[in-house]
């Protein structure tokens, strides 16, 4: 069976910063617009160290002042299971993508997050969102600021693919 169009997966390295970060962001603003119930959205890790853990206190703390809950728990990448379930498999960055298609992901359903961003240009497409767990300073916040803006170009696609 295929996946159902409004499917989409949010994928990183831990599952503790970016990809429960872009989950619940994506959530909230499906939930604005009075159309989350026509979704199914959900995040892993590629890497099992996390798997139980919530999310990262500084990605649940930076999410929280701008008023979004970040209720995931960790989880690894299931294959086949999940390339079957989600027809939107977004990763975060490059190493993610290339770890995806390993996975036995088909190509046509693995993107870049930041390609959704329309405020980049062209040859900005390929942008990468950084990976902030051992970094220092606002790297959640500046990963927030991505995230936000590529979750608007997201839901648009999604909501117009339907
Ligand atoms: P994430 O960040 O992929 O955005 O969840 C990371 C969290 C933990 C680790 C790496 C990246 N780690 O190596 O434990």
């Known amino acids: 069976m295929s996946p159902d169009p409004g499917s989409v997966l949010f994928v990183c390295l831990g599952n503790i ?3 429960p970060m872009a989950e619940a962001i994506f959530l ?3 939930r604005e617009r009075g159309v989350h119930t026509r979704l199914v959205v959900d995040s892993a890790g590629t890497g099992a160290w996390h798997v139980g853990n919530r999310a990262d206190p500084r990605t649940i703390e930076v999410a929280g002042r701008f ?6 728990i960790a989880r690894q990448v299931r294959s086949p299971q999940d390339f079957d379930e989600f027809h939107w498999i977004i990763a ?8 995806l298609l390993s996975l036995g992901a088909a190509k046509h359903r693995v993107h870049l997050m930041r390609s959704f961003d329309r405020t980049l240009g062209v040859d900005e497409a390929t942008a990468e969102v950084p990976d902030p ?12 600021e991505m995230l936000d803006r590529a979750c608007d170009g997201l839901l648009d696609r999604v909501l117009g693919e339907e």
């Open 67 to 72: 008023g979004i809950e970040v209720p995931s």
């Open 133 to 144: 767990y051992y970094g220092e300073g606002d790297g959640f916040l500046r990963v927030f």
């Open 28 to 30: 909230h603003k499906a």
């Open 92 to 99: 975060m960055d490059r190493a993610n993508h290339r770890d």
């Open 17 to 19: 910063c970016r990809s």
